[in-house]
C-alpha cells in the first residue's frame, strides 16, 4: 500500500512539475520555443536571393 501511495504522489509531482515548467502561459517552454520559431520563420522569410 505504501508503494502505491509513494508512485501516485510521484506522478502528481511529475504533472505539476510539467505544467510549471513546460505549460505555463506566456513564459514556459512551449510558448518560448513558439516564440523562436516565429523569430526564425520571419527571418527566413526576409531573405532575399
Request: hydrophobic letters at 40%; zero cysteines.
Given at each position: 500500500m505504501?508503494?502505491?501511495l509513494m508512485t501516485v504522489?510521484?506522478?502528481?509531482v511529475v504533472v505539476l512539475l510539467f505544467?510549471?515548467?513546460i505549460v505555463?502561459?506566456?513564459?514556459g517552454t512551449k510558448?518560448?520555443?513558439?516564440?523562436?520559431g516565429n523569430a526564425?520563420?520571419?527571418?527566413?522569410g526576409n531573405i532575399n536571393p
Open positions: 505504501k508503494n502505491i504522489m510521484l506522478l502528481v505544467n510549471n515548467i505555463k502561459d506566456g513564459t510558448a518560448q520555443i513558439q516564440s523562436q526564425a520563420n520571419t527571418q527566413i
